[in-house]
């Protein structure tokens, strides 16, 4: 199992970033995924998640509205768009394969995920 992500960087607050988790190594398309991010000196927080069929969305209640995840099973890929970027929104951003299919509401912890890749880096600056 291979989680690989990209699309991080050094940005300017209000501007925009799309984060890219591209899969391998399992089948992609019956497993829900993740994404979490890790501020430093912080644990580890809830982003978003989505199902195995990208039917079912879930965004942390204090993400609403500003990020917005998707998969393309085709391409075994997932994304998270970002928009108004925030200072506070600086940190590794992690994408995770869940153990199953669905989007519960255990979704939110990382013990629900069984797989993770190793970061991108996003850096807001005011």
């Known amino acids: 199992v291979q989680l690989v992500e990209s699309g991080g960087g050094l940005v300017q607050a209000k501007s925009s970033l799309r984060l890219s988790c591209v899969a391998s190594?399992?089948?992609?398309?019956?497993?829900?995924m993740g994404w979490f991010r890790q501020a430093p000196g912080k644990e580890r927080e809830f982003v978003a998640a989505?199902?195995?069929?990208?039917?079912?969305?879930r965004i942390a209640d204090s993400l609403k509205g500003r990020f917005t995840i998707s998969r393309d099973n085709a391409k075994s890929t997932m994304y998270l768009q970002i928009n108004g970027l925030a200072p506070e929104d600086t940190g590794v951003y992690f994408c995770?394969?869940?153990?199953?299919?669905?989007?519960?509401?255990?979704?939110?912890?990382?013990?629900?995920?069984?797989?993770w890749g190793q970061g991108t880096q996003v850096t807001v600056s005011p």
């Open positions: 190594g399992f089948n992609f398309n019956m497993h829900a």
């Open positions: 995770a394969r869940a153990s199953w299919g669905e989007v519960t509401d255990p979704a939110i912890k990382t013990s629900y995920y069984e797989n």
């Open positions: 989505i199902s195995w069929s990208g039917y079912t969305k």
